[in-house]
């Protein structure tokens, strides 16, 4: 009796945090009986409870005190848990259902105290922040309420605290914050980060988080809805490459309405930036912007977007832009950035007769100054994927009516032909006579294509032969060679006379103009011999160029029954 009474006290001692001997404890421990030992047990279990009961402190500072209380006298009383000799030994020690049960108890007494003093905490922190103990009692506090079902409470209360707070920083961010310039700007994020739950959680990291998803909608909502962000703030961001700010901005989680708002907030200035120069080259430069990788998905959506309206409003500009892109690819690789903005033109503009015309115009052109077969072929290959098969079938065979290319005299002479291959309305297939040599050469192969069921369509208005000018030489079309032999034979041409022969002849004579070897009569009925006509220097670049109208693009109209 003496030693359960000597036990008693000490353990009443280390329950009131006095300091004990836990060597003299667990000896006294060890000599009890099975009996004895759980009535210690029961108590310890009862002075616990009850210490923890008459604590003057909060919940949260009760909490740890009794998680201390738990760890001491679990290490203190686990002596009871040996099994003296034979005697049955204890299965378990209830000192944590103990602590457990006390703690949620007085839980359930001061929850309605408990969630006030959680809305109060949470506006705090929304003006001023609070301190990392405060934050951490918010965690204790949440933790036990959560565990006796109040978690319905703590939302209403701590979403009501946002929705009173909101409307006092907006209208200081509106009175104070302007969107001048960029250090405005930024400014405004930096302030606007301040509160927590729009881009941090600072001083409210301990909420959990389906509460913090319905405060970021919440939050979201407020700003974007009530244009406290708008398309100026981005668009002086997007100018100064700040890249961080947006992404945290795109990143933001909000409903489907706050967005859609802010998706259109960031189309809308990202329209005006690209407008400030042209359209491609703009959206290349917000590509170009170093975007983090969940970011970066959602601007190449918009940015097909907004190439794909720009390329609605002018498709033949576009169209040009890829043909000249196109163009490039055949002497020098293009960035690996534009070909996805080169693919989306091609996909808008690739079923056009402008585009396609304008295309094989230029692949002519190409081929003509002796670009190589394969670097043409690889040229369309970025774009390539895009095509119909009408398109993809003409490309292939023009190429391959230049691989067939009848090359005569050492090269001095290339006849093109082609057979199923569909030409540019303004190439025209065209067969001059008067050149006794050429025509010849003609039937000749005419002669031997036919013995295998060949057609050949010549076509002179391309094909181009090398003559020489005094100690030079030059490249020139059948047509215009044709042109230069009148006049070495009769000093003048009638410009009817051209007309007649050559339908192109506008752009056959252009070059030929430009370089003064020939000249218009004065009443312009003739064409003569220029002034650089014996100059061998004048004698360079003048094969044509074909330009193909522009004419509206328009769906065709179809009838259904």
Not at 98 to 116: G, H, M, Q, W
Not at 160 to 168: D, I, K, L, T, V
Not at 393 to 419: A, H, M, W
Request: aromatic share 6%; net charge positive.
């Amino acid at each position: 009796m003496q030693q359960t009474e000597q036990a008693w006290e000490l353990i009443k001692q280390e329950i009131n945090e006095g300091r004990i001997n836990r060597l003299q404890l667990s000896s006294i421990l060890n000599k009890l009986s099975l009996k004895e030992r759980k009535n210690i047990l029961k108590l310890a279990c009862n002075l616990i409870s009850r210490s923890l009961k008459q604590n003057e402190v909060s919940l949260s500072e009760i909490y740890i005190c009794g998680k201390k209380m738990q760890k001491r006298l679990s290490t203190v009383l686990s002596v009871l848990n040996i099994q003296p000799g034979q005697e049955k030994h204890l299965s378990k020690l209830p000192i944590y259902a103990t602590v457990k049960k006390a703690v949620l108890r007085l839980a359930e007494e001061k929850a309605e105290n408990e969630i006030s003093e959680i809305a109060k905490d949470v506006t705090s922190a929304i003006r001023s922040g609070l301190p990392a103990n405060k934050n951490n009692n918010l965690k204790v506090q949440i933790l036990l309420l959560k565990r006796i079902g109040r978690m319905a409470n703590v939302e209403k209360e701590v979403l009501s605290a946002y929705r009173e707070e909101m409307p006092y920083f907006i209208a200081e961010i509106k009175s104070v914050y302007g969107s001048e310039n960029v250090e405005t700007a930024q400014e405004k994020i930096e302030y606007l980060k301040k509160i927590p739950g729009f881009l941090c959680w600072v001083g409210v990291e301990a909420l959990p988080s389906e509460i913090k998803r319905k405060i970021q909608v919440q939050v979201g909502n407020t700003l974007f809805m009530e244009n406290v962000l708008t398309e100026r703030d981005i668009l002086l961001l997007l100018r100064e490459n700040s890249a961080n700010v947006l992404s945290e901005l795109l990143q933001f989680r909000a409903d489907q309405p706050s967005k859609l708002k802010i998706r259109d907030i960031f189309i809308k200035a990202l329209e005006e930036y690209i407008n400030k120069s042209n359209a491609f080259d703009g959206l290349m430069q917000v590509r170009l912007i170093q975007w983090p990788p969940p970011v970066d998905r959602k601007i190449k959506k918009m940015t097909r977007k907004i190439l794909k309206t720009n390329i609605k409003k002018s498709p033949n500009e576009y169209s040009k832009l890829l043909i000249e892109k196109i163009k490039k690819e055949v002497t020098e690789k293009l960035p690996k950035e534009e070909v996805p903005f080169l693919r989306v033109i091609a996909d808008e503009v690739s079923s056009t007769d402008y585009f396609e015309n304008n295309l094989v115009i230029m692949l002519v052109d190409e081929l003509l100054k002796g670009a190589p077969v394969e670097q043409v072929k690889n040229s369309i290959r970025i774009v390539r994927s895009k095509w119909k098969y009408a398109l993809k079938r003409r490309v292939d065979e023009l190429i391959n009516d230049f691989v067939e290319t009848e090359t005569l005299q050492d090269g001095k002479i290339s006849l093109i032909r082609t057979n199923s291959f569909r030409w540019p309305k303004s190439i025209k297939s065209l067969n001059i006579p008067g050149i006794p040599e050429l025509s010849e050469i003609k039937r000749e192969i005419e002669k031997s294509k036919r013995r295998k069921k060949i057609r050949i369509d010549w076509v002179d208005t391309l094909s181009v032969v090398e003559i020489q000018i005094n100690s030079g030489s030059a490249i020139l079309t059948l047509p215009q060679y044709w042109i230069i032999l009148k006049l070495c034979d009769t000093r003048s041409v009638l410009i009817s006379d051209v007309k007649s022969a050559i339908v192109t002849y506008k752009e056959q004579i252009s070059p030929l103009l430009r370089q003064s070897i020939v000249e218009m009569s004065k009443d312009s009925l003739c064409i003569e011999p220029g002034t650089n006509f014996n100059n061998e220097s004048a004698w360079t670049d003048l094969l044509p160029e074909f330009i193909e109208k522009e004419k509206e693009v328009r769906e065709e109209k179809r009838n259904f029954l």
